[in-house]
């Protein structure tokens, strides 16, 4: 079994920054991809950043110069940090992985449960 948990979420105000942490868990063999998507009420998700196994990063471009996706391939941890937060920033956030279990010889999708954050003053 695998999961993924995400945590850092919250209210912040406009300008304000916060934290994104997404560990994954469980019989895990590797991680290929890791990133974030969020999706606002109404709305459809969207992909906001990705990151490869070996650190390259691609962004939306409502979140470039703002937005600093990382991983941890040790902690198998991928981090979003988040700087000049706007009120069109609040959405449900989630975490995605390409994850290859113990025994399985193929990459599946996972995905985190998702953390609310709201940016309103």
């Known amino acids: 079994q695998v999961q993924l948990v995400e945590s850092g979420g919250g209210l912040v105000q406009p300008g304000g920054s916060l934290r994104l942490s997404c560990a994954a868990s469980?019989?895990?063999?590797?991680?290929?991809?890791m990133g974030w998507y969020r999706q606002a009420p109404g709305k459809q998700r969207e992909l906001v950043a990705g990151?490869?196994?070996?650190?390259?990063?691609d962004y939306a471009d409502s979140v470039k110069g703002r937005f600093t996706i990382s991983r941890d391939n040790a902690k198998n941890t991928v981090y979003l940090q988040m700087n000049s937060l706007k009120p069109e920033d609040t959405a449900v956030y989630y975490c995605?992985?390409?994850?290859?279990?113990?025994?399985?010889?193929?990459?599946?999708?996972?995905w985190g449960q998702g953390t609310q954050v709201t940016v309103s003053s």
């Open positions: 995605n992985a390409e994850i290859m279990k113990y025994y399985s010889g193929r990459y599946g999708q996972y």
């Open positions: 990151i490869s196994s070996g650190g390259m990063a």
């Open positions: 469980g019989s895990i063999l590797s991680i290929n991809g």
